[in-house]
């Protein structure tokens, strides 16, 4: 192995870039996302859960999760189910359709 590219890397080998799952959208789980290599693909997976986020190839996985690291989260309650919506990417929201009742809602923001 003169280059590092002969290097085969195990079916459950593991990258060294932790993100916690609530940085993905679920803030109701307190798990962390692991980079799981199966062959050339790498499943982002919550190791409290079980939750596979995502799938991407294997070379992909690093830059990945490290764009997980970095997202904005914005979250809103449904004015007509009371659901928790998380919004992973933006900072804030201001209309939405609910992820629970799948209705629209405006965000009323309180006056200052």
Known sequence: MKDGS?????????LSVIVGQAQ???LECCGLILSEIDGDVAHL???EC???VCSVPK???WTTLSQMVVREISS??????????????FSSVST???QHCRKGSI?????Q
Not at 76 to 89: I, L, M, R, W
Not at 107 to 111: D, E, Q
């Open 6 to 14: 002969d290097h085969k890397m195990s079916s459950r080998e593991k």
């Open 24 to 26: 993905t959208g679920n």
């Open 59 to 61: 070379t992909e996985a």
């Open 45 to 47: 997976t919550c190791n």
């Open 50 to 52: 079980g939750t596979i």
């Open 96 to 98: 939405y359709r609910c």
């Open 107 to 111: 965000v009323i923001l309180p006056r």
């Open 76 to 89: 809103a309650t449904c004015s007509h189910c009371g659901g928790y919506n998380v919004f992973s990417g």
